[in-house]
C-alpha cells in the first residue's frame, strides 16, 4: 500500500522515466519488486505445503500473472548498458527495446 501512495505522488509530481510499463523511480521500482517477490514466495510457498495434487483453476492465473507481470515489468525497466563498447554513445535500446517488449505482448 506504502508502494502504490508513493508511486501516485511521485507520478502526479511529474518524477517518472518517460517509459511505458516502467514509469515509476527505480527506488520505486526496487519496492515493487520486492513486494512482487515477497507475493511470489507466499503464493509458491503454499502451493509447496499442499497435501492436496490438484491445483484449482484460478492458481493457475495466479502464477501466470505473477510470471508475465514480472517479465514485463523487468524487461521494461532494463537497460542493456553498451557504453564501453559503442564508442561512448550510451545505453542501447530503450526505444527497441520498447518495441521488442510490446511486440511479445
Known amino acids: ?7 501516485v505522488i511521485t507520478l502526479f509530481a511529474g518524477i517518472s522515466q518517460s517509459k511505458e510499463y516502467a514509469q515509476l ?5 526496487i519496492l515493487v519488486v520486492l513486494v512482487w ?3 511470489g514466495v507466499g503464493m509458491f510457498g503454499l ?3 499442499r497435501r492436496e495434487k490438484t491445483l484449482y483453476i484460478s492458481m493457475w492465473y495466479y502464477i501466470a500473472t505473477f510470471l508475465g ?4 515489468y523487468l524487461f521494461n ?4 548498458p553498451t557504453y564501453f563498447v559503442s564508442g561512448g554513445i550510451g545505453s ?3 526505444l527497441f ?3 521488442l517488449v510490446q511486440m511479445m505482448r
Request: glycine residues 10%; proline residues 3%.
Open 1 to 7: 500500500m506504502f508502494t502504490m501512495v508513493l508511486g
Open 25 to 29: 523511480a527505480w527506488p520505486l521500482d
Open 37 to 39: 517477490v515477497i507475493w
Open 47 to 49: 502451493i509447496g505445503i
Open 69 to 72: 507481470v514480472a517479465m514485463l
Open 77 to 80: 525497466n532494463m537497460q542493456v
Open 92 to 94: 542501447f535500446g530503450t
Open 97 to 99: 527495446q520498447c518495441i
